[in-house]
């Protein structure tokens, strides 16, 4: 079972950390990703990590401004967002999977979701 929260209203520029986590497996066991999805959209690769942390991948449009990070022993991955700009508007998943993809087909556990709103 996978946990997201963290989400909320924030003036651009501002930051939020979003936390997922995870119970009933071995959470060391599965890389996790983070994906959204803006109204009318489709749901979006945000950032991944791998099993150990050791590798993260990030889709373009936050590179430089969103880190991926994970706590092995709190079973918990993070999600630091900084400089967010409204088109970061979305609900933000959690997902598990057996290897680090960008595709959403690649996880097969998804966290609920958490609303991220930013204003301009």
């Known amino acids: 079972q996978l946990q997201a929260f963290g989400g909320g209203l924030v003036q651009a520029g501002g930051s939020l950390r979003l936390s997922c986590a995870a119970s009933g497996r071995t959470f060391s066991n599965y890389a996790m990703g983070w994906f959204r999805q803006a109204p009318g959209k489709e749901r979006e690769f945000v950032a991944g990590i791998t099993r150990s942390g050791g590798n993260t991948m990030y889709a373009d449009s936050v590179k430089g401004r969103f880190t991926i990070s994970r706590d092995n022993a709190k079973n918990t991955v993070y999600l630091q967002m900084n400089n967010l700009k409204p088109e970061d508007t979305a609900v933000y998943y959690c997902?598990?999977?057996?290897?680090?993809?960008?595709?959403?087909?690649?996880?097969?556990?998804w966290g609920q979701g958490t609303q991220v709103t930013v204003s301009s």
């Open positions: 997902a598990a999977g057996s290897l680090l993809r960008t595709g959403d087909r690649g996880y097969d556990y």
